[in-house]
């Protein structure tokens, strides 16, 4: 699988994984900041919550982790979660803003 592919790969994982408050998947609300691609296929994401306080962190995370995990060729995954910069609204897709009626 090329860089690209495993990318993409990823991608979709994370569009598997929802804010059980918020019906819209982490990735078009914006809590993922990046993707890195290491040696070896060790995978790095750095993500956020909506809020510091999330009651569901742990869970998100830890579902996160076991998705890119399940990914034939990732050998290793590492969540970073960080609250720098802080989430807000507009990191959201234009598609999860109309959906949750913030257009």
Same mark, same amino acid.
Request: net charge negative; hydrophobic share 40%; proline share 6%.
């Given at each position: ?37 290491? &040696? ?14 999330? $009651?569901?962190?742990?869970?998100i995370i830890r579902e996160?982790? =076991? ?8 050998? =290793? ?7 720098? $910069? $802080?989430?807000?609204? &507009? ?13």
């Amino acid at each position: 699988m090329s860089e690209a592919e495993l990318r993409e790969e990823i991608i979709a994982q994370l569009k598997t994984v929802y804010d059980p408050e918020i019906p819209v998947n982490i990735w078009e609300l914006g809590l993922v900041y990046a993707i890195k691609i290491k &040696e070896d296929n060790r995978i790095g994401i750095d993500m956020t919550l909506t809020a510091p306080g999330c $009651p569901v962190a742990g869970d998100i995370i830890r579902e996160v982790d =076991e998705k890119i995990r399940n990914i034939e060729s990732v050998s =290793e995954v590492d969540v970073h979660l960080t609250f720098d $910069p $802080p989430w807000t609204k &507009e990191m959201m897709s234009e598609e999860a803003r109309l959906e949750l009626g913030f257009l």
